[in-house]
């Protein structure tokens, strides 16, 4: 029997109780990964929807969200993928992994030491363990050592553990087909394919497509490189949650508010933050 390499991650982020608790917050997530090993490579797949959520006692509600929010970041030969929170002390993931990146020879980091390289970054950047960075969340890296694909994720109940190449041991925080329809016969283009697909059923049959969506980027690894091979998203320009308001504000860029109430409540909180 064949056994299916495969991670599937479907974070769509309940929050934890404690952090449940804490009223008049706006948090800013990111939603769906998927990681898979074929015969030719790992498939990523990565959904670009990021959703503003405003965090009261009784819960939370959607008040925005905007597209083409990358969430796979490709470094050397490696990929680093999140899902969590979008921004940490109000500068975006994407700018802390980009800037850990420069500090990197990147062609010679091994997959195996990527997320530890990465989590002691933050800590002497930012003064963060990187479990106070996110409420809830994922991150995976996908890599080889050698010639061995492997693929590596985080959360903050288990810490750093490798996925289990047998296909009964499949980590994942949601229901989807994905092992149902893939195969580690298939190709990465064909995983990826299946990928899309079953993303956008997930998002409709549970009722989350305001929260999961976008264009959904695939890229491919190999031992010898990382290529996007579907949906090659743009690179995100803001720095700063600040930035970003202000390039909102006069109309430079757009996200979807749910209502005029709920932008008023958008600006208003990142006014007085």
Known sequence: MRYLRLLIILSFFVLKDNQANESDKIIAHGTYLISSIHKDGIMVASDSRIAFFHIEKTGRTLIAYRDSFPKTFIIGKNTLSYSGNATLLNVFI???????????????????????????????????????????????TSGYDSLKPRIFYYQKVDGIQEMNYNYQSIAESGKSNFRKKASSNLSCEQAGEIAVDVINEYAISNNKTDIIGGPVEICKVTKDSVVVIKNKLPKFKWVYMKDYISDLKSHKTKMFFTSAENEKKFYEHYDKN
């Open 94 to 140: 994407s700018t802390i992994i980009n800037e850990y990146k420069k500090t990197l020879k990147e062609d010679t980091l091994n997959i195996k030491y990527l997320l530890p390289s990465f989590f002691s970054f933050v800590k002497t950047k930012y003064n963060l363990n990187f479990s106070q960075m996110i409420f809830s969340g994922i991150l995976i």
